[in-house]
């Protein structure tokens, strides 16, 4: 088995995206990843918002202690997983702002080649996860990445709701997520890293 590294990089302003992380980081363990790094991308929403959401506010001290991702992290890694909030079917300005700084490794060719795979949730069932998700590999394919899409390749998928295109979830107004897709999320991420291993056996 070839070793691979693997950075799951997240953005969770409620806390569903650091889940999902979490079971991401799980799976690439179990699928052979010799070292996996959950990563949040940096808050910069005023401090008023976050203090006038308790969630929100509950959720940046419980994940306080979790690493900033930077671009060297995306460089480091053989594989990358994304998991994300949408925002009007967009991904939030946290992860945008955080993308618009990896100008300097990408243009150093360090992100080509990088097996990447994305995620996320919205308040409702056709909340703009899917263009979320396709907003995310846009930039990856500047990058000259290779994006490993889970398709419909596990029956997780459609248990989860069948988002071709990378696991989604329905997060209702209590916080909780909606749909079971905890099988989903690791099929993907040991999908994301049996395609970087498999990458590494190739000279591209």
């Known amino acids: 088995m070839t070793s691979?590294?693997?950075?799951v990089v997240y953005y969770s302003s409620g806390g569903?995206?650091?889940q999902l992380a979490q079971w991401a980081a799980e799976a690439a363990k179990e699928a052979g990843s010799s070292?996996?790094?959950?990563?949040?991308?940096?808050?910069?929403?005023?401090?008023?918002?976050?203090?006038?959401?308790?969630?929100?506010k509950a959720n940046i001290e419980a994940t306080k202690d979790v690493q900033e991702v930077t671009p060297e992290d995306l460089a480091w890694a053989d594989a990358i997983?994304?998991?994300?909030?949408?925002?009007?079917g967009n991904m939030p300005g946290q992860m945008k702002n955080f993308l618009d700084t990896t100008g300097g490794v990408w243009a150093q060719g360090k992100l080509a080649n990088k097996v990447v795979?994305?995620?996320?949730?919205?308040?409702n069932a056709h909340g703009g996860q899917e263009a979320t998700i396709l907003s995310l590999y846009t930039s990856m394919?500047?990058?000259?990445?290779?994006?490993?899409?889970p398709g419909y390749t596990d029956g997780s998928v459609?248990?989860?709701?069948?988002?071709?295109y990378g696991t989604s979830v329905t997060v209702g107004q209590d916080g909780k997520m909606?749909?079971?897709i905890e099988a989903a999320v690791k099929h993907q991420a040991r999908r994301t890293v049996k395609v970087a291993q498999a990458m590494k056996h190739l000279e591209v």
């Open 16 to 18: 569903t995206n650091y």
């Open 178 to 180: 909606v749909e079971d």
């Open 4 to 7: 691979t590294k693997t950075a």
């Open 81 to 88: 997983i994304f998991s994300v909030p949408t925002r009007f």
């Open 141 to 149: 394919y500047h990058w000259g990445s290779i994006v490993a899409a």
């Open 158 to 164: 459609y248990a989860a709701g069948g988002n071709p």
């Open 35 to 56: 070292e996996v790094k959950i990563l949040k991308v940096a808050e910069t929403a005023p401090q008023a918002a976050i203090d006038s959401n308790p969630a929100w």
């Open 117 to 123: 795979s994305a995620m996320a949730s919205a308040g």
